[in-house]
């Protein structure tokens, strides 16, 4: 079975430009989660979705920081313009309505120089 | 906000038991998850909890205390694959933020010969 498939993998760019990452949830899952990964903050959940419509995105860190959700098979996490400070790794996570546990894509490891 | 706790680091010895401790302090309770991280890599599942007592698969077990607000994950026979960082994560409330996750920062493990 096709997991959560995120890309690109790895993203190093310079500060001011604009930064897009994918996300492909598993097939049928109802809610999309975005996370950020950093050592000193650990998981935080940035943004999730349900049935494709942003609930809550109390966590995104400013308005540099958007993601939508066209349609149930797609999201996208945009950064404009980058910072050093946006350095991490983003998660997407997928699952069912009433049914855990997330499951994590692989990561998006993100450099800005 | 949320609280959540975990020692940052610690090591153990290949076929010992090790066990970690997380508590909490969370507007509500609706759940208690542990992930597996191994580094570069996405976290997995490997335990839930919703009641008070003891869970049981295979070499780990995971145990919850709702009314302390702790848990522990508990890994036997140790293996050098079970270096990883070990995340709790706690559904915080009902209603509608029960849809997410909040996680510690994690413990990292590491399993010496």
């Known amino acids: 079975d096709a997991g959560v498939i995120q890309s690109p993998r790895h993203e190093v760019t310079e500060m001011g430009q604009e930064v897009t990452l994918r996300c492909k949830p598993i097939?049928?899952?109802?809610?999309l989660f975005w996370y950020r990964q950093t050592m000193m903050r650990g998981l935080e959940l940035l943004i999730y979705f349900n049935n494709n419509v942003p609930i809550d995105d109390s966590g995104m860190p400013e308005d540099r920081f958007s993601a939508k959700m066209p349609n149930a098979s797609f999201s996208t996490l945009k950064i404009q313009p980058s910072e050093p400070r946006d350095s991490a790794v983003y998660f997407c996570?997928?699952?069912?309505?009433?049914?855990?546990?997330?499951?994590f894509g692989d990561g998006t490891r993100l450099s800005i120089l | 906000g949320q609280n959540i706790d975990q020692p940052t680091e610690m090591t153990a010895t290949e076929g010992a038991i090790v066990q970690i401790n997380c508590t909490y302090q969370?507007?509500?309770?609706?759940?208690l998850f542990w992930y597996q991280q191994h580094a570069g890599e996405a976290p997995t599942f490997l335990s839930y909890n919703v009641l008070d007592g003891l869970e049981e698969k295979g070499r780990f077990s995971s145990f919850l205390s709702r009314s302390k607000g702790y848990s522990y994950l508990l890994l036997k026979e140790l293996q050098m694959k079970d270096s990883a960082s070990y995340l709790c994560a706690v559904i915080p409330r009902s209603g509608a933020g029960s849809y997410q996750l909040t996680f510690g920062k994690g413990t990292k493990l590491s399993v010496i010969p």
């Open positions: 097939s049928g899952h109802d809610y």
């Open positions: 969370t507007s509500g309770f609706n759940g």
């Open positions: 996570a997928s699952r069912l309505d009433g049914g855990w546990p997330q499951h």
